[in-house]
């Protein structure tokens, strides 16, 4: 069988990829991940390992002697006060790249970088043409310059995921679905924008695609991930919705906006709230990502989105 090492196996993305895979049953897996696992089942492939420790993931990843690794790890949160918080970006990426060189029978790795690599809204001109808004995608940037600067002798590519959602999921795409759910959405007005989301599955079926694809395809280039027709979010949120039989008010733009100040104003104070003009910027501004390149490789998304929301509203009950 041949072996895989996943970091950041025990986060939303790599959760669903090590369920996938385990069911295969086609490969030896390797997690390494400072948290445990999600799903216990998962927990004899995990070896707890922090990134920034060059030898402790040099010994681990050398014993393992993997075939194809899947970068994920990484801290996504946006509360980071300085740059080095996100060490475990940067730092742990270095390392990796180090360790990697010592591994005789490597054939691929795929490195996970960030949408906000650029402001939701940039359109890059090219994958140099970086425009972080949050120390987050500084280092995510930062990240992508230490890949491409080492540039490996292996195969290797680089993920840019967009909004991905689904089962397992986090802040703030869970949120989302919750407020929703909880008949707390409201539509803004006659506002509507269009964004780049992409269920989980079909992330993972575009992974694999990259895994398996031929090297001239893949070799030294940046893929964003996501479903390949725009979110117009009034109708998404319609259908969430829909899925459990109510139907969703529409108040004046004007009241988010005040929402939006309050939600500053509290933040200073230490105290949250649902709403915040950074967070209202976000939910309008449209954000569609060019997804050709990955869509050459991995034509035919597995999972409608419809079929989507039915497995995470099914999810989203199950953990109550």
Known sequence: MEKILITGGSGFIGTNLIAYLLIKNTYCLLNLDREMPKITEHQSIWKQVDLCDKDALKKIVIDFSPEYVIHLAARTDLRGKELKDYDTNMLGVSNLLDVLELIPNLKRVIFASSMYVCIPGYMPKSFEDYAPHTLYGESKVETEKRIKTKNPKYTWSIIRPTSIWGPWFGEPYDKFFRIVLNRMYFHMGKRACEKTYGYIDNAIYQILSILKAPKEKVMR???????????????????????????????????FVLAGWLGDILKLFGITFPMTSFRLKNMTTDNVHNLELIREIAPELPTSRQEGNKKTIEWINSQK
């Not at 996501?226 to 139907?247: F, H, M, S, V």
Request: glycine share 6%.
């Open 221 to 255: 280039k940046v893929f964003y991930l996501g479903d390949y027709e725009a979110y117009d979010i009034t109708e998404w949120a319609n259908e969430i919705a829909t899925c459990i039989g109510i139907k969703i008010p529409r108040i004046p733009y004007f009241l």
